[in-house]
């Protein structure tokens, strides 16, 4: 069954949810500093076309660009002004365009057309992965890195959250905070097929303070042994990075 899904509901929160996203462009997440020593090896001095599937307001093939001048990057979000936003911030780079489309539209137009596909903290805020991650194979043909919560045994927990002082959150709950089983989701994965999965733990280590009590939002608790755990309102976030070879 498809499981098609809105994130953002209209523009219902709009401006709250394109100052979110400007900060990861003012100072670039520990995450995507994460991504970029992970992808860099693969995509320097070569000539690849690179989705970004759910890119958001396009901050991740805004970095990339510079490391891989040569390539060419399609990002693509369900979400108009995010797309609006994306293309204001990459003006300047010729090698980036971007689109209004929804992932399980991109197919029956681009069947294994990129040779990298990125989707980075998106299926833990989906209903479910397997659906996109099908989609997601369809369209590359080299790798695919993504990133989520994932959790080392056998359990899937589904987490909806209701945040009551955003316009979304007044009619119920208005996002997922999914974390998936890792063993679940790689026996699924290698039975589409794929060649091999790599999951590389991400370990934060920088702190990051509390957000007011009332939003959702990542901040770090440190550990005695000198990790910190990332955590959002009640979530543990139990981040990997998975790359996919097709």
């Known amino acids: ?15 709250f949810n394109i100052n979110e996203m400007r900060k990861y462009v003012e ?90 596909s990125l989707n980075l903290k998106t299926i833990s805020w989906l209903p479910y992965y397997d659906q996109f991650l099908k989609a997601m194979i ?19 927990f589904e987490i909806k959250v209701r945040e009551f002082k955003k316009e979304a959150g007044k009619a119920g709950y208005n996002s997922y905070y999914n974390v998936y089983s890792y063993p679940h989701f790689q026996e ?13 733990d991400f370990e934060i280590d920088i702190d990051i303070p509390k957000p007011p009590r009332d939003m959702m939002g990542t901040y770090t608790v440190k550990l005695e042994n000198g990790k910190r755990l990332q955590i959002s309102g009640a979530v543990v976030m139990s981040w990997k990075i998975i790359r996919i070879d097709l």
């Open 1 to 15: 069954m498809e499981r098609r899904y809105t994130y953002f509901d209209g523009k219902k929160d709009k401006d």
């Open 188 to 200: 699924f994965v290698y039975g589409l097929g794929v060649k091999n999965i790599e999951a590389y």
């Open 27 to 116: 100072k670039k997440q520990e995450i995507d500093k994460f991504l970029e020593k992970l992808i860099t090896p693969i995509i320097k001095d070569k000539d690849f076309k690179i989705l970004d599937a759910c890119c958001g307001i396009g901050h991740i093939p805004y970095f990339l660009s510079d490391i891989s001048p040569r390539s060419t990057f399609l990002g693509v979000d369900q979400t108009p002004y995010l797309i609006e936003e994306a293309r204001k911030l990459c003006l300047d780079k010729k090698n980036i365009s971007f689109e209004v489309a929804d992932i399980y539209d991109l197919p029956a137009r681009y069947q294994k057309t990129f040779d990298i």
């Open 138 to 156: 369809s369209v590359t043909k080299k790798h695919i890195f993504l990133s989520s919560m994932f959790y080392d045994g056998d359990i899937d």
